[in-house]
Structure formats: structure tokens, C-alpha cells
């Protein structure tokens, strides 16, 4: 089953700590974090996913921001992509 509306997962990644935004179609804000680059950070990464609805069936979509721009071939991009 397919989300009635696409949210995507942002993420601004630097050298210790990492800005998260959840917005949905709209540009709406959902949620933002700042996050630790360890165990810590990837469990609050991973909670406020599953708190908006990301199950393995319909995953919401992840995009990184770097320095260097964005690393497409790393982001998580739902199946019909």
C-alpha cells in the first residue's frame, strides 16, 4: 500500500552533528532533529521515522545534503521511483 501523500527526509550531514527535517508534499514542516553522529543519533533518526509512518512497505524517501552536494546514490527513494 502506497502513502496518500509523499513526505521526505532530509538530511543536512556535517562533520559531528546533522540537521534532520521531515516535510510532506507541501513543504509543510513535520519535524526537525539535530542529530549525534553515533548510535544515539541513528536511533532518533530511526524513531522519527517510524513515528511518521515509514514501514519497509512504504518508506519514507531520505535525501543528504553535503558539502559537495547531494549523494543520490545513498538516499532511500520509495520503490515506484
Known amino acids: 500500500m502506497g502513502r496518500e501523500h509523499l513526505d521526505l527526509l532530509g538530511i543536512d550531514w ?13 513543504s509543510q514542516l513535520l519535524a526537525k532533529r539535530h542529530i549525534t553522529d553515533d548510535t544515539a543519533g541513528y536511533k532518533i533518526l530511526l524513531d522519527l521515522l517510524a513515528e511518521h509512518g515509514d514501514t519497509e512497505e512504504s518508506p519514507i524517501p531520505v535525501d543528504i545534503g553535503t558539502s559537495r552536494g547531494l549523494p543520490r546514490p545513498a538516499c532511500r527513494l520509495p520503490q515506484e521511483v
Open 14 to 26: 556535517a562533520e559531528k552533528t546533522h540537521d534532520v527535517a521531515l516535510v510532506d508534499d507541501s
